[in-house]
């Protein structure tokens, strides 16, 4: 009888405080139409793996490896989290032997992904990846990848071109050279891209605290929180 009441008491407060929380600033949320809406949002957006190769990550100066690799996998881990969708390509894996996608990449693109080799270095130029792009319905582009100055830059230039709306992720993209990076960067943006960050990408992609994946998911235990705890408190200040 005791443990029957001590269970009453347990859930009376948790009612007492979902509607407290409800009669809060939760319920001051103004939600958006998702497909719609001019933000980021899990509904509306489609991301470009372009290169993470072993090969091109081996030669990239501007930045530490270890950072690179880490902003790529939040990005990946964060489109997962969402599930949004994601387009992988690769460059020259059968036509010249080039290793494909590496494995800290790989792990979070779902299987049901086929990775598009080229021969082009304009991703846009593959018209499986058009296609790709385009069965997704979804308008809004985040790509990231190597070389800055190479692929990325042609494949967004492009893909404005025809009507798509472009963001650069500038700290998920690195080259040889920093003059190359920002240059590349410098030249996108120019043309109507819009320069961005994975964790501003995520974050927008959230939109609020009473998101269902803040603090859990069903491939992130810890929804986007653990993702930023992982990933970006460690690296601030470091880039």
């Keep these: 009888m005791k ?13 007492l405080a979902i509607l407290t929380w409800a009669q809060g600033p939760a319920s001051n949320f103004t939600p958006k139409n998702p497909v719609a809406d001019n933000l980021l949002t899990s509904e509306n957006t489609v991301i470009l793996l372009i290169d993470w190769q072993p090969d091109l990550i081996q030669t990239v100066q501007n930045i530490d490896q270890d950072i690179m690799m880490n ?3 939040a990005l990946v881990k964060t489109a997962a989290l969402f599930d949004i969708p994601v387009i992988e390509t690769t460059i020259g894996v059968e036509m010249a032997g080039s290793e494909s996608t590496v494995p800290a990449v790989k792990k979070w693109v779902p299987k049901t ?16 990846l058009v296609e790709a792009v385009r069965q997704t319905g979804r308008k809004k582009i985040l790509i990231t990848g190597l070389w800055t100055s190479g692929c990325p830059t ?7 071109e025809d009507g798509y709306e472009v963001y650069v992720l500038a700290d998920v993209m690195r080259d ?45 235990k810890g929804g986007f929180v ?3 705890k992982d990933h970006f408190y460690p690296f601030a200040g470091k880039y």
Excluded: C
């Excluded at 042609?154 to 404005?160: G, N």
């Design 226 to 228: 653990e993702i930023m």
């Design 113 to 128: 992904v086929k990775n598009i080799d080229r021969v082009s270095l304009n991703a846009w130029q593959n018209r499986a």
């Design 154 to 160: 042609y494949t967004a230039l492009d893909a404005l």
């Design 71 to 73: 902003n790529i996998e």
């Design 3 to 15: 443990n029957l009441k001590n269970v009453v008491n347990i859930l009376l407060l948790s009612s």
């Design 176 to 220: 040889a050279t920093k003059v190359a990076h920002e240059m590349a960067i410098q030249r996108m943006v120019q043309a109507g891209a819009s320069p961005f960050t994975w964790e501003g990408a995520g974050a927008e992609i959230l939109r609020s605290y009473t998101h269902p994946k803040t603090m859990q998911g069903d491939k992130i």
